[in-house]
């Protein structure tokens, strides 16, 4: 396991003892990592602070669920928020609240990433300048657009050992970076 | 098991990004904690990930941190209302951050009897309310986008009903023309033709005033008549022309109204050989010999 030497431990100890105060401790550890990933699928302020809100709820009410032997308590939460932003952009009332937007929002949802998208962060460029524009492709539409593989086979007519192909090797070149 | 084989299989990197259904999930998880290697590089995997996620991390506008943890207050104590109602007072409990640099700096946690005052209770209401008037407002502009598109196609709508009426009525009065045209042409084709003999039919004393003319080309054998002035025909009689050869009366056929007005030429029935025209009143149809004593006009060729 990756090191947990910054006091995760203790956040998770404090949570699994039912300790709300420690859910604002939380909120100032994890909430830009999250807000952003929330923001990066369903593109609106207030949809995501909605999402946002919505996973700690989850994250506090099925705490006893999460097993610090299967991973860090990041990936697990970020795992629950962005299942729910993709939840959210696929839902019924999702579509329902945007009727009155202007076309070119609900239409852009659920398309593949732009290589050009560009949130405030400076590790984000220095990262996909390791991924071939496909590879990013192909990696945004699993991870942050919810498609299954097949689903991205389909999108972008590839066969399906092509799309696994290139998310095997985006995952490659990030997972390089850290170690 | 070939640990190799499994880690370059792809179901790692499937499970970090959550593609793989739940029973495949947990033995990918039950195999990580049975073989070290494994486990190494599926946390390897899982890490890339995580950075990648935090690498798009956005810092929340302001006044969401309180928004969001009164949120989560709010829907965690409607949840168990029972359970946790008696809480204590939880909010000046002694907590310090194994780290200093993670202070709570304020918290938001308070005794219950204190939180529907809070101001940051208010913010969530105010947050929908301004969510509903954007849509109202939406709609709004949509309704009024809606009504001048309506108004304009309407407009349209007249505009091209008038523009094909006019159309129509072009149509019809070009092919009017053209008739007209085709049918003057053709009078006047009659008339400029050397081959037509004029006859000039006068009136006889039953009717001096009447006068008409018959165009005869003896080569083909075509006969057109022409009237100047004629006397209306008596209600369900018509003026018929006939042929004088050698003295015997030959039917010419009957005029149609609008000749008898002296409106246009007609042509009526070839006659073989002639010297002299004449037109009588007959019953409406014509008659097989004509009648003498109506005779209007009669006119002997040159």
């Known amino acids: ?179 | 098991m070939d640990i190799q084989q499994y880690i370059e299989s792809g179901i790692l990197e499937e499970y970090a990004l959550g593609v793989l259904p739940e029973a495949d999930r947990a033995e990918v998880e039950r195999i990580a904690a049975t073989y070290p290697e494994i486990r190494h590089e599926l946390n390897s995997i899982v890490g890339g990930l995580d950075t990648y996620a935090e690498a798009h991390s956005l810092t929340p506008p302001s006044g969401m941190r309180e928004r969001v943890l009164a949120g989560w207050q709010q829907a965690i104590r409607a949840e168990q209302p029972a359970a946790t109602a008696p809480v204590a007072p939880v909010a000046e409990a002694p907590y310090t951050a194994p780290q200093a640099a993670a202070p709570v700096a304020e918290p938001v946690v308070r005794p219950i009897g204190s939180a529907p005052q809070t101001p940051s209770y208010e913010e969530a209401p105010r947050r929908g309310f301004g969510w509903l008037m954007a849509a109202s407002v939406a709609l709004l502009l949509s309704l009024a986008g809606n009504y001048i598109l309506y108004n304009r196609w309407q407009n349209t709508e007249t505009a091209l009903f008038a523009a094909q009426n006019d159309q129509a009525r072009f149509a019809a009065a070009q092919q009017a023309s053209q008739k007209q045209l085709s049918s003057q042409g053709r009078e006047l084709a009659v008339l400029r033709d050397v081959q037509f003999q004029s006859v000039t039919l006068a009136g006889t004393p039953a009717a001096p005033s009447a006068k008409a003319r018959v165009l005869y080309n003896p080569a083909t054998k075509a006969v057109y008549v022409d009237v100047h002035s004629l006397p209306a025909p008596p209600a369900g009689k018509q003026y018929q022309l006939w042929a004088l050869d050698n003295g015997k009366p030959v039917d010419a056929g009957v005029l149609a109204a609008t000749t008898a007005a002296g409106d246009s030429l007609q042509q009526m029935k070839d006659i073989t050989s002639a010297q002299a025209f004449a037109m009588t009143v007959e019953d409406a149809g014509g008659s097989a010999s004509p009648t003498l004593s109506t005779m209007t006009v009669l006119g002997k060729m040159l």
């Open chain 1, 1 to 179: 396991m990756p090191p947990v030497s910054d006091g995760e431990d203790l956040l998770v100890q404090r949570l699994r003892d039912r300790d709300e105060a420690a859910m604002t401790l939380f909120y100032d550890r994890y909430s830009a990592a999250l807000y952003g990933v929330i923001m990066r699928i369903v593109k609106k302020e207030e949809e995501a602070e909605d999402v946002l809100q919505e996973g700690m709820v989850k994250i506090w009410n099925s705490f006893s669920s999460y097993d610090a032997s299967k991973g860090r308590l990041f990936t697990w939460v970020m795992n629950v928020c962005r299942n729910l932003a993709i939840d959210r952009i696929r839902s019924r009332q999702y579509r329902v609240g945007t009727r009155t937007q202007p076309l070119e929002d609900s239409a852009a949802v659920r398309e593949p990433a732009s290589p050009t998208f560009r949130p405030e962060h400076i590790g984000l460029q220095e990262m996909t300048k390791k991924l071939s524009p496909d590879q990013q492709q192909v990696v945004d539409m699993l991870y942050f657009g919810g498609y299954t593989q097949s689903e991205v086979a389909d999108e972008l007519n590839l066969p399906l050992g092509t799309v696994k192909t290139r998310a095997r090797a985006a995952i490659k070149v990030l997972s390089k970076l850290i170690r």
